[in-house]
């Protein structure tokens, strides 16, 4: 064995970090098999208080709860894996690398990235991370060829190879977080044999480590036992503190002096000397819960854990109420539990409206249902708020819970004015479907922070706001005059069907107040911030045309050239409209509002749209024959 | 007139003309994709009239003008005071500021920027996209041309000498010019420019162009360059400048300070901050632009738009800069059309959403 | 008639207000500055190079440069004239606790040897108190200094008032 000498060649930057990756990667896998010495089996840790310690994390401060279950459904696709909470298995990776390695995580379902990769095919698809990095380090070329290419123009097999590639590193970054804690194998054994313990003997070692290299050169077979001891002893300290050179993931040391509100990880505080007293402490209790792990002493690793996560709730910035309220949001998940109660509302609800006799009590389960489910919608947008302090309409995602729990609220304010089963049908089909399409954008979400332009609470409090909630009642209303339509095709009796399409025709007045206004606020907006009130962009052309077709059909409902069929068919196409301007214009990935883009709902948005037409052009067809035989 | 007057307040103008400019908008907005932004709004929505293959159609401003006339012709022969549609009044009056502003905003408004070091001061700013071609003599401006009036074999009037164009494009990049004679001067005889693909960005299109001046030579002005062709002839020195239009300021700024803060441990930007100094005469006045907080002075709005550099020190800033007389309206029209549908709606929606009994 | 008119004379009225406000004033958006309060120094006592002990709360009343350093630190040797130079022009009660990472005290006292010849008056006066720490107990557990040069400065009112990484050039100047 030689003694390890690390230089970066003058290569291009892609080929640098493939480099340093790589160095990282063989470093990391030496390092974990024989460096660090565990004995943990941790099935019977309490994790309650382990969960509750706070980290910065894309740049906000969340529970290691979150943490844990962002990266472990990153990576595998699933908040738990192998029968072991996220929580859980992070703890694993952190204090138990070795481990981790083996553990079958790593999900790549793509055939031809594995292919790509040379992977074998498994039943479940998981690959370890011994296998993930002996294949990525194997194809060293083809990943340098594929981070070279424009992100739109890889084809999903590519980019199932890259983010496989930043997983990787990702996970790699986790395990060797907290090796300043970890025991170390080396001989002779100081204190709790942690590279903190033997970092100061460094320099004294390598001094004589450089005498015996003077005097034997460096062909090890001509070392004394001690003298070997020594060279392994130097090699091991030498490549965990060059591996640790960036080592900033796990932030979880606040910032220790004034001039920045970024958090450290421990690797970075030894690195950068940002450490103080007040942080000395915290790495002690660090230590002790590593070595408390690592010891399997369940008793230690809860006191250890305990009295760290309470040391951190004095933190500056640290909120312990949201970060509890977030773990048991993740845990308790209420807006899974929210869409199931709108399904069985929905089901109840066309019970309620088949004309079968049902007892009166059957409809107010139906109604209780409904509201049960609003309730845990609006706890979930409160939990949001509380823990994100600002309005919940930053992302796509958030826009369509907010969008939903408004359709529902407005179905039951429907179903209380005309007590009719209208506004319940409104409030459960707009409810489910809603959530239900969140449910692709979910994937995405980490409650994370958002760009400058849209870090301000009162544009997105207004603008946001008010135009989401015209999108609302614009669906509300193409879901009543579907409704409408349904009725006049089964020859309901006229006169109900033409009240609901009057409260269609409120609603749509409704929604024409909120885009309108949600248009204009927007504009101001933009004046403010990219100096000019209207630019053409995609998503202000998608504003506007909701506008311009609320206005059209209203227009010509009051003037009379849409008749009562015509009326109800536009209204009912609103919903393409609104689909279209709302998520349609982000397939174009083009224009300044570049900060909602997903390429995910395209099929879907097609499908979606096909057959609104298809409805509204059949629906017009028969009533349009029932009303000339008539 | 009368006649004409009151065909404009007939609704199914309105009928007719929205499905149009919803056609109008959903062409443009696709269009964006291939052609850019700034070539879909020039065609599309800033035109009066735009072909397809031979036929003229309507570009977007003729119907918002149609729309503008329907609309005031509406308000004062056809909407007469009644309580109840006193917030369908209110409402339209909102559309009619909006459709003013934004009018006034199309005749009057101009935007451009300032890129600033640290400590550099600036009184004047650049459009993003006009071009125009400066020939002064003995560094006073003699000759400000915009760059759309250039055609290739165009001969400049009005010099004292022969200025032809020879070719120009509106992208280009340079190629190594082979076996050319004495007659190319300065970088003209190295090098030549070569059209490209224009992107779809209009601001990264870099736009040149080869001229001859008769007894003098060719030459090449190419907006990146900073050596632009400068010939003598006589006693008199003549300058040819390439590059974006400018405009002066009533003003001047001087960046102070800059820097950009990202969200904690990442890069994604959390706020832009810039210090600057406007002085104007007597006053000296420092003020802080962030992102959402322009600054406005004199009728201009300086807003923060760029940076250029690390994290934690900033080399050069660039301000987005627009002078617009009609900015109001959209505020005022806001305000107004809240309050006339809100109105309307408090009047309509007991009788629309009701229980039959 | 009489309202219509009303109304259109108030919304011009609220326009021209608008544009005659727009055009006189500066407004833009200045933000407060933030504060943060700084902790306590930790109350440590450290192990003189000579021989006895001294309580960092002892110092307190005093602004204290407590500077870690090592014998093989090369910027180390610049850096400690730099201080000493400091030190010697400023007339302010600002006092140097200089401790040393040697693992050998003799290692630390040659280092010194030059700078104690030199800067004699300086270090008779009492304004430079050497400190030795062999083990790091309190250089990396208390202070969490890894690498050399560090100097945490400590107020006055003994709270922790910054720390310079690597030599402080610059900073002295500040």
């Not at chain 2, 020039?42 to 503008?68: H, Y």
């Not at chain 2, 006339?69 to 559309?95: E, M």
Request: contains cysteine; neutral net charge.
């Amino acid at each position: 064995m030689s003694l390890v000498i690390l230089s970066v060649a003058k290569d291009p930057p892609q080929l640098q970090e493939i480099l340093r990756l790589r160095l990282r990667m063989t470093i990391l896998t030496i390092m974990v098999f024989f460096c660090f010495i565990t004995t943990a089996h941790a099935d019977d840790f309490d994790y309650t208080s382990f969960a509750r310690i706070p980290i910065q994390h894309e740049g906000r401060i969340k529970p290691m709860a979150t943490f844990a279950l962002i990266h472990l459904e990153k990576f595998s696709g699933k908040s738990e894996i192998a029968d072991t909470t996220a929580i859980a298995w992070l703890a694993q990776t952190m204090f138990n690398p070795a481990q981790s390695m083996s553990q079958p995580l790593f999900l790549l379902k793509d055939p031809d990235a594995q292919a790509m990769l040379g992977l074998p095919t498994k039943p479940d698809n998981r690959y370890s991370f011994a296998e993930a990095t002996e294949a990525i380090n194997t194809n060293q070329k083809l990943i340098q060829s594929l981070l070279q290419i424009p992100t739109g123009e890889l084809s999903p097999g590519q980019r199932a190879v890259l983010e496989l590639h930043e997983n990787t590193a990702l996970f790699a970054q986790i395990t060797l977080s907290c090796t300043l804690f970890l025991h170390l194998s080396i001989e002779p054994q100081k204190g709790d044999s942690t590279f903190i313990d033997y970092f100061h003997t460094m320099p004294e070692w390598q001094k004589s480590l450089q005498a015996i290299i003077a005097k034997k050169g460096t062909d090890l077979n001509r070392y004394t036992p001690q003298e070997t001891a020594l060279a392994e002893a130097m090699h091991k300290l030498t490549i965990t503190l060059h591996s640790s050179e960036d080592n900033t993931l796990l932030r979880v040391i606040p910032p220790q002096w004034t001039g920045s509100d970024a958090w450290l990880s421990p690797w970075a505080i030894f690195h950068s000397g940002q450490g103080s007293p007040q942080s000395a402490e915290l790495m002690q209790l660090w230590r002790q819960v590593t070595t408390s792990y690592q010891e399997h002493n369940a008793a230690h690793w809860l006191e250890a854990t305990q009295a760290l996560a309470s040391k951190m709730s004095a933190a500056p910035g640290v909120r312990p109420k949201a970060l509890s309220l977030e773990i048991l949001y993740y845990q308790w998940a209420p807006l899974s539990k929210s869409m199931a109660l709108y399904i069985l509302g929905f089901a109840l609800t066309l019970l309620c409206i088949s004309g079968l006799r049902i007892w009166s009590f059957v409809r107010m389960f139906t109604v209780g249902t409904v509201c049960a489910g609003a309730f845990l919608h609006a706890l979930t947008l409160a939990t949001r708020i509380y823990i994100l302090e600002r309005p919940p309409v930053g992302t796509l995602y958030e826009s369509l819970l907010f969008v939903s729990l408004i359709a529902v609220l407005f179905g039951l304010f429907l179903e209380w004015r005309l007590r009719n089963n209208l506004g319940l049908l409104v409030a459960t089909l707009a409810g489910s479907l809603l959530l239900f399409a969140s449910q692709s954008f979910s994937g995405d979400d980490t409650m994370s922070m958002l760009i400058a332009v849209l870090n301000t609470n009162f544009w997105l409090a207004t603008h946001v706001l008010c135009i989401t909630t015209g999108y609302d009642f614009g669906l509300v209303a193409g879901i009543i005059a579907h409704i409408h339509l349904i009725m006049r095709c089964l020859g309901r009796d006229p006169d109900k069907t033409r009240q609901i399409l009057r409260g269609g025709y409120g609603t749509a007045l409704i929604a024409l107040l909120f885009t309108s206004l949600g248009t204009i606020l927007g504009g101001i907006w933009a004046d403010q911030s990219w100096c000019r009130f209207w630019g053409w962009d995609p998503k202000e052309n998608g504003a506007l045309l909701i506008c311009l077709w609320l206005i059209w059909i209203l227009h010509g409902r009051i003037s009379q050239h849409f008749h009562e069929r015509g009326f109800a068919v536009a209204l009912a196409l609103l919903n393409v409209v609104i689909a279209l301007s709302w998520l349609g214009v982000n397939l174009l990935s083009t224009g300044l509002h570049s900060y909602g883009f997903t390429d995910k709902a395209a099929l879907s948005l097609a499908l979606f749209c096909a057959a609104e037409f298809s409805f509204a052009a059949i629906t017009y067809f028969l009533i349009g024959r029932k009303d000339h035989a008539l | 007139m009368k006649k004409i007057a009151h065909w404009l307040t007939r609704p199914i103008l309105l009928h007719w003309l929205m499905p149009y400019l919803m056609t109008l908008v959903i062409t443009g907005t696709v269009a964006q994709k291939y052609i850019g932004l700034y070539d879909s709004q020039r065609l599309f929505f800033s035109s009066f009239l735009f072909w397809v293959g031979p036929l003229p159609l309507p570009g977007n401003r003729t119907i918002t003008a149609l729309l503008l006339c329907s609309l005031l012709a509406k308000l004062i022969l056809a909407s007469p005071w009644r309580k109840a549609t006193s917030g369908i009044f209110i409402a339209h009056l909102g559309v009619l500021m909006l459709l003013l502003g934004g009018l006034i905003t199309a005749a009057s408004s101009v935007e451009g920027y300032i890129a600033l070091e640290k400590n550099e001061t600036a009184s004047q700013f650049f459009d993003y996209h006009q071009r125009q071609l400066t020939i002064s003599k003995n560094n006073t401006t003699l000759m400000q041309i915009p760059l759309s009036e250039i055609t290739k074999g165009k001969t400049i009037q009005g010099l004292p000498f022969s200025l032809t164009i020879n070719a120009l494009c509106r992208n280009c990049t340079m190629a190594m010019r082979e076996n050319a004679d004495d007659s190319f001067k300065g970088s003209a005889h190295k090098v030549m420019l070569s059209p490209l693909d224009t992107y779809l960005e209009d601001e990264r299109n870099l736009s040149g162009l080869e001229f001859t001046v008769s007894g003098v030579g060719t030459y090449i002005a190419f907006e990146p360059m900073p050596n632009q062709p400068s010939f003598t002839i006589g006693k008199d020195t003549y300058n040819i400048t390439l590059g974006r239009t400018a405009y002066a300021l009533p003003f001047s700024l001087q960046l102070l300070d800059a820097e950009k803060e990202n969200h904690p441990g990442t890069d994604l930007p959390r706020s832009y901050r810039s210090t600057v100094l406007l002085s104007d005469g007597n006053l000296h006045q420092r003020a802080i632009l962030t992102m959402n907080h322009p600054l406005r002075y004199k009728g201009y709005t300086i807003y923060q738009s760029s940076f250029n550099g690390n994290d934690d020190s900033t080399q050069s800033v660039s301000f987005a800069i627009v002078q617009n007389s009609g900015r109001v309206f959209p505020y005022v029209a806001s305000i107004t059309l809240c309050i006339g549908l809100l109105l309307h709606l408090c009047m309509r929606l007991p009788t629309l959403i009701r229980r039959k009994i | 008639m009489r309202y219509k008119l009303l109304i259109v004379a108030a919304i011009l009225a609220l326009t021209f207000g608008f544009m005659l406000y727009d055009r006189t004033s500066i407004t833009t958006d200045i933000e407060p500055t933030h504060t943060q309060q700084n902790p306590p120094a930790p109350d440590v006592t450290f192990n003189l190079l000579n021989g006895g002990t001294i309580a960092l709360h002892s110092l307190a009343g005093h602004t204290i440069l407590l500077h870690f350093w090592a014998s093989w630190c090369i910027p180390c040797r610049e850096e400690f004239a730099s201080l000493l130079t400091h030190l010697q022009k400023t007339n302010d009660d600002t006092i140097l606790l200089a401790v040393s990472a040697d693992a050998k005290a003799q290692d630390a006292t040659r280092f010194l040897a030059p700078y104690k010849r030199d800067f004699k008056p300086l270090f008779d006066s009492g304004k430079v108190i050497l400190a030795h720490d062999p083990h790091h107990t309190l250089i990396e557990g208390t202070f969490q200094t890894f690498n050399y040069p560090e100097t945490i400065i400590i107020a006055p009112d003994f709270t922790l008032s910054r720390k310079i990484i690597g030599p402080m050039q610059e900073s002295l100047k500040e």
